[in-house]
């Protein structure tokens, strides 16, 4: 079987990595994305690669740079979309924590991967966020891109944890 070569982006200590581990599904990561320090050097530690692979800030990532991949991981921030936060949304150039996910956008207009995975919380469903969310879909779309989500939760998967996350698999269609 071939690796599947992924992007981790917003990697904190690289939980979908050690799904793809768990499953057996063989990957190579190209690089990884942790601004904060102990996150990232956690992520090095328990997936035994090189602290050198972290880009960092992901502002500071130039797409046309980056390596060939095949799928991206992307957790962007959730505060600003969760109801714990301060709902201030991720509205394109707004510059909230949770806006960082069009920077995820503008790496896959560039390198245009097999496949993306976005996961964050399911209040991006909500009426005051759901725009976003759409405009997010929209762009993939445009891109060639169709996508699929639903809300899971941890529970109902043996972890003992009442933790709903929205994910979002957006795959390439074979015409573009």
């Known amino acids: 079987m071939k690796k ?92 909230t924590r949770s806006s960082l996910l069009w920077n995820t956008v503008e790496i896959v207009k560039v390198k245009k991967p097999k496949f993306v995975l976005w996961e964050n919380v399911p209040n991006v469903l909500s009426p005051k966020h759901l725009p976003v969310f759409q405009e997010y879909l929209a762009a993939l779309d445009e891109m060639g891109y169709e996508s699929t989500f639903d809300v899971l939760n941890a529970k109902d998967y043996g972890v003992p944890q009442n933790r709903e996350r929205i994910f979002c698999i957006s795959r390439l269609r074979e015409d573009d």
């Open 4 to 95: 599947l070569r992924l992007l981790s982006l917003f990697s904190g200590i690289g939980a979908p990595e050690r799904a793809l581990d768990t499953a057996g599904i063989p990957f190579e990561l190209v690089a990884y994305c942790e601004i904060d320090k102990y996150a990232a050097k956690s992520y090095s530690l328990l997936h035994h690669v090189p602290e050198s692979m972290n880009l960092g800030d992901i502002t500071k990532i130039v797409p046309e740079e980056l390596p060939d991949f095949d799928m991206v991981f992307h957790g962007s921030p959730c505060q600003s979309f969760s109801v714990a936060g301060r709902g201030e949304g991720g509205e394109k150039g707004s510059g």
